[in-house]
Nanobody, 123 residues
């Protein structure tokens, strides 16, 4: 059974930082395409970043490029999202997902995802 345990969300002022963690199980982590998407109230889900998901490489949405960094620890089956210089428009529930893919500008947001962690950025 695929499972995720996400943590690290919270309330932060604009310009601040948060680090999200997602401990995964139930699949082979080392070669999985894994990453994060988010959903703000009243908006569609939006791909954020992923590992091995775009021609085998890491990918970032333009909206977070230069501010967010994705990483993983294969020994811990954990993926991280370091978020710096946060903006109010980053406010959303953040989900980690497996089998997330990017084809050009199209995101496939994965086959399984966690329960999400809330990130709120105040202005």
């Amino acid at each position: 059974e695929v499972q995720f345990v996400e943590s690290g969300g919270g309330l932060v002022q604009a310009g601040g930082s948060l680090r999200l963690s997602c401990a995964a199980s139930g699949f082979t982590f080392d070669d999985a395409t894994i990453g994060w998407f988010r959903q703000a109230p009243g908006k569609e889900r939006e791909g954020v970043s992923c590992i091995r998901c775009s021609d085998g490489s890491t990918y970032y949405a333009d909206s977070v490029k230069g501010r967010f960094t994705i990483s993983s620890d294969n020994a811990k089956n954990t993926v991280y999202l370091q978020m710096n210089n946060l903006k109010p428009e980053d406010t959303a529930v953040y989900y980690c997902a497996v089998n997330i893919r990017v084809f050009g500008t199209y995101w496939y947001l994965g086959d399984y995802w966690g329960q999400g962690t809330q990130v709120t950025v105040s202005s």
